[in-house]
């Protein structure tokens, strides 16, 4: 089937999707980008843009009728999501379920799927009030976590050690709810992986596992560094993987990419945190990538064009035995220095450096959820020592003042 100038519909067109939209014209895709940002960095590369939310399903569904949309993709996105299943279904194309969708972007149905299916997660509760809250805490214990069932990037996400705090923090998180519905769980203190898997035909293949290191203190929960590969027994690494399997194959999706994210602990073993149905943002496909030789941006074009598209991995897709993302926050890079935007095509070339981001700021950002990020390397080599090496070498160039 000939796809050259096929119309396909983007949701969304931040700095994460720019990835995306560039290999879709590179393939040469006709692309039609919709993003509530009349400025959105993607803009300019797409061919046709409109101007408003991706969860205006109506308006979304009337331009995509009007310009005869062959496919329909987003990436690093939940708020997608359940349009994206809408989509397929009205016009009948490649996409999710609607059931499928609402569990992998709403955390509460998230939960009870995990409950329905005997798949290990955190105890968990929907807070109604203080005083149904304050019998189930008897139960569960301090600390707790409390998080939107509909919010993203730790948006919203609270460590509570105790009462007082909670009353203090409940109405910040309600805040990153659109649904105003906040999740209580409990605490399960362990090392946290992040797994990017694809799927075909209801067969999954895990692309990468890796070690998420994240901040204790006021910026909980937030990552600071990924490794991979994991540096655990053989055997535990195999209870992760065929978790993540088995949560997977649970979500009944035929074809696409997942995002589970694992926590274990020596005593309790894996438990499940979340799972997502989209190209994880965060460079995790970078790393996912880099590990596997298998780009989840363009295998998630072959999901939404229906597998008529075959991409051809170049030399460069050769699996790395290590890889390691670092971030730069206001924690560990706490000023700006004009001369460090100029470092990055030099810092860039250093060996075992895969790629080097900053943005653009004025000021640092306040480090409260993902987005409080402003940069990140990304390191490859033979293994974690050296990798290790080649990433701090390359920090320590760019912090230079």
């Known amino acids: 089937m000939q796809l050259k100038n096929k119309k396909v519909l983007v949701l969304g067109g931040g700095f994460e ?20 940002n009349i400025n959105a960095v993607s803009k300019t590369y797409a061919d046709k843009f409109y101007n408003f939310s991706v969860t205006d399903f109506t308006k979304i569904i009337k331009i995509s009728k009007k310009n005869k949309i062959f496919a329909a993709i987003s990436i690093c996105s ?35 799927h995990f409950k329905k299916n005997k798949i290990p997660t955190a105890k968990y509760h929907l807070f109604k009030d203080f005083k149904s809250t304050k019998k189930i805490l008897s139960k569960m214990n301090f600390p707790i976590v409390i998080k939107p069932i509909d919010s993203y990037g730790q948006k919203g996400v609270f460590l509570i050690k105790n009462y007082k705090q909670l009353k203090m923090k ?7 709810s659109k649904k105003k519905k906040i999740l209580i769980e409990e605490f399960i203190d362990g090392i946290e992986i992040n797994v990017v898997a694809i799927v075909k035909n209801y067969n999954v293949k895990i692309l990468s596992m ?22 655990m027994e053989r055997k535990i690494i195999s209870q992760i993987k065929n978790l993540s399997i088995r949560t997977i194959k649970s979500i009944k999706i035929k074809n696409g990419v997942f995002y589970p994210q694992i926590i274990y602990n020596k005593n309790k073993g894996p438990h499940v945190v979340e799972i997502a149905a989209r190209v994880p943002g965060g ?12 780009d989840p941006i363009k295998f998630q074009i072959k999901c939404a064009t229906g597998f008529k598209k075959n991409f051809v991995n170049k030399k460069r897709d050769k699996p790395k035995k290590s890889v390691i993302i670092k971030f730069l926050t206001k924690k560990n890079f706490n000023f700006l220095n ?16 895969f790629k080097v981001h900053i943005n653009k700021l004025k000021k640092l950002p306040k480090l409260n959820s993902s987005s409080g990020r402003f940069g990140a390397i990304i390191a490859f080599g033979k293994d974690i020592t050296v990798t290790n090496k080649y ?4 920090f320590n160039e760019l912090k230079k003042k």
Request: net charge positive.
């Open 283 to 294: 460079f995790m496909r970078e790393l996912s990538m880099l590990a596997s030789g298998i």
């Open 338 to 353: 004009p001369k460090i935007y100029k470092r990055i095509e030099k810092v860039s070339k250093l060996e075992g450096i």
């Open 170 to 176: 409940i109405n910040l998180s309600k805040k990153k």
């Open 391 to 394: 990433c701090n070498k390359a």
């Open 210 to 231: 890796s070690k998420r290191s994240t901040y204790k203190d006021k910026s909980f929960g937030i990552a600071y560094e990924h490794k991979y590969p994991l540096e």
């Open 78 to 112: 939940d708020l997608a999501v359940q349009p994206l299943s809408k989509i397929s279904k009205q016009l009948k194309i490649p996409g999710i379920s609607l059931n499928s969708a609402i569990i992998c972007t709403n955390k509460i149905f998230m939960k009870n």
């Open 17 to 36: 999707q720019l990835p995306l939209i560039r290999i879709l014209k590179k393939e040469n895709f006709f692309v039609i980008l919709i993003d509530k």
